[in-house]
């Protein structure tokens, strides 16, 4: 009779254990299954998108990516059907359209198959002048016109100037509608109701918007820090010159093609006074505008960081934050409230039960405190991570060749070859790029695979040969990947062996969309890694002498953070 009561004892521990098994599985929402696109069914520019729905998934994110391997269109949805509407494509491409599902721990899991399709609607031949010089305009068409029911409008403002069937692959703009006045015209090829391409034409005026810069306000004091230099307007510009100035002295001058810079703060003093200029270019014409600010003379301290990936923590875990600045003080809360007002002195690790949102800010009085940063930290274990890594293809960047350095392509696919077999070790799934590819190919095969972390692999130069150490580029301050970034960063720092040299440790730096594999648009977690110089002539002899130790402290730095191993 006991041994009858053990066995329903155990029974009954099994059935509840396992129900409470099958109740975790079906309610988590880490798990992620694999499904088709159904249908995607078109007419013109708008498309109708359905998938099989994902019981995971909080979301579906849609993207278009062109036969170059270029993103043209991005969008997510809640729901497994939706409607899009996509312009300003170019006849005759092709393009795929691949759909992820992602759970509300931001995991992704693509569609099984994308959906490929050739854009047969006409279009406007990219590249065209969009200014008329007072003389008849030819408008280059590609595509077939006879398939539809093709127009083109013209439109002064509201009113309609122009509006007649399109049957020719180039469309003459008499000069007579503009000649010798000031005036923009809006030209549409319209599929019957719906506008399948556009352009701006302008005559005697500059095509230039207003420009003005939106992250700064004049007179504004700052914090000796790098500063975000961010702009509106300038539409039509094909290129942006920026140039810093120093108590009215031009200190430096560049050019870019994005409306988004960062300043390093290394251009700074403390208590001066700075002239950002920015400058709008269309061919002889220019917008621009300009910000005075203050330099302070204090530093902003950088943010916290933790030792763990947030997405997924062991339960039981003891969670360390970090602060590059030795002098500060960290305060954290644990409730999502402010941890400035109501935070509490971090003293010693914080051990992880259930999810919580953990707040961080680093204090110290003589200087100003960090950004706040904030971790919605989820209690559980990830079943399988995911690693993309990505060693340089720039094979025309030559290193010191009397220590043996080759060129930068060759030499980190080397150190990636033991960052893999490490990471393998332990049970990690890699991909790698094809160096015989280009980024945007490795952008796109990386978010297909839904990665955990996408790794790219570096070596630096400098003009003058004359730079050494170690950095890391992130997209920015407020990204995911700023806690891993500085662990990588500080890991690889200490087995540098020049730490006599100042500024060995070049830091965690932010590349705010100039770096496609560290770009918050276009990837969930991308690091670049710049190990050392390959120019000066002590990084190229440690590169080359110490392969696996790199690649395996880049490994390891993964390993701790994803708890892989302790």
């Given at each position: 009779m006991k041994m009858l009561r053990i066995f329903f004892i155990g029974i009954t521990v099994f059935i509840v254990a396992t129900i409470i098994g099958v109740e975790n599985l079906l309610n988590s929402t880490a798990i992620l299954k694999n499904f088709n696109i159904l249908s995607v069914e078109n007419?013109?520019?708008?498309?109708?998108?359905?998938?099989?729905?994902?019981?995971?998934?909080?979301?579906?994110?849609?993207?278009?990516?062109?036969?170059?391997?270029?993103?043209?269109?991005?969008?997510?949805?809640?729901?497994?059907?939706?409607?899009?509407?996509?312009?300003?494509?170019?006849?005759?491409?092709?393009?795929?359209l691949m759909v992820y599902a992602i759970d509300s721990v931001g995991d992704s899991r693509p569609a099984n198959k994308d959906y490929t399709f050739i854009w047969n609607e006409p279009s406007i031949k990219r590249n065209v002048s969009i200014l008329l010089e007072n003389k008849d305009y030819t408008l280059p068409i590609l595509g077939d016109l006879s398939s539809g029911k093709y127009s083109i409008v013209i439109k002064k403002g509201e009113d309609v100037v122009i509006n007649e069937p399109l049957n020719k692959n180039e469309y003459v703009f008499d000069s007579k509608y503009y000649k010798d006045e000031v005036v923009k015209y809006d030209v549409n090829i319209m599929n019957e109701d719906t506008v399948i391409d556009s352009i701006a034409l302008f005559n005697k005026q500059n095509p230039?918007?207003?420009?003005?810069?939106?992250?700064?306000?004049?007179?504004?004091?700052?914090?000796?820090?790098?500063?975000?230099?961010?702009?509106?307007?300038?539409?039509?510009?094909?290129?942006y010159s920026i140039q810093i100035y120093e108590e009215g002295k031009l200190l430096k001058e560049t050019s870019t093609t994005k409306k988004q810079v960062i300043i390093s703060k290394d251009f700074f003093s403390i208590s001066k006074k700075y002239t950002f200029k920015v400058i709008?270019?269309?061919?002889?014409?220019?917008?621009?505008?300009?910000?005075?600010?203050?330099?302070?003379?204090?530093?902003?301290?950088h943010p916290v960081y933790t030792s763990n990936n947030w997405k997924y923590v062991k339960k039981g875990s003891k969670i360390t934050l970090t602060c590059r600045d030795t002098d500060a003080l960290i305060y954290y809360t644990l409730d999502g409230k402010s941890p400035e007002s109501f935070g509490t002195l971090y003293t010693e690790p914080i051990t992880i039960d259930k999810d919580v949102t953990l707040k961080t800010v680093a204090v110290n009085d003589k200087k100003y405190n960090s950004i706040i940063k904030s971790y919605d930290i989820h209690v559980g274990e990830k079943k399988e991570l995911k690693v993309y890594i990505s060693p340089s293809n720039q094979h025309r960047n030559l290193g010191v060749s009397e220590v043996g350095f080759t060129n930068e392509m060759d030499e980190m696919n080397d150190v990636a070859n033991y960052v893999i077999e490490r990471l393998e070790n332990f049970g990690v799934k890699v991909y790698r790029n094809n160096s015989s590819g280009n980024i945007n190919l490795w952008l796109k095969d990386s978010n297909y695979y839904g990665v955990d972390l996408h790794l790219a692999i570096h070596s630096n130069a400098s003009n003058e040969h004359d730079n050494y150490g170690v950095e890391t580029w992130i997209h920015s301050e407020e990204s995911n990947t700023f806690s891993l970034g500085?662990?990588?960063?500080?890991?690889?720092?200490?087995?540098?062996?020049?730490?006599?040299?100042?500024?060995?440790?070049?830091?965690?730096?932010?590349?705010?969309?100039?770096?496609?594999?560290?770009?918050?648009?276009?990837?969930s977690f991308g690091i670049l890694v710049e190990i050392a110089h390959h120019d000066y002539k002590n990084d190229a002899l440690w590169m080359m002498q110490n392969k696996k130790l790199i690649g395996y402290n880049l490994a390891d730095s993964i390993l701790k953070y994803y708890q892989v191993i302790d």
């Open positions: 007419k013109s520019t708008k498309f109708t998108v359905e998938v099989e729905p994902v019981k995971a998934a909080v979301e579906y994110k849609i993207t278009i990516i062109s036969d170059d391997e270029r993103k043209v269109f991005e969008t997510t949805t809640k729901e497994p059907k939706t409607e899009i509407e996509l312009t300003n494509l170019v006849h005759n491409k092709e393009y795929s230039i918007t207003d420009i003005k810069i939106t992250s700064l306000e004049e007179n504004q004091v700052l914090p000796l820090n790098d500063v975000p230099l961010l702009f509106d307007g300038g539409d039509y510009a094909n290129e709008a270019k269309y061919e002889k014409f220019e917008k621009n505008a300009e910000i005075t600010i203050l330099m302070s003379d204090k530093e902003q301290l500085n662990i990588i960063q500080e890991n690889l720092a200490s087995i540098y062996p020049y730490k006599e040299l100042k500024n060995y440790n070049r830091g965690v730096k932010y590349a705010n969309g100039a770096l496609g594999e560290v770009n918050d648009q276009y990837l």
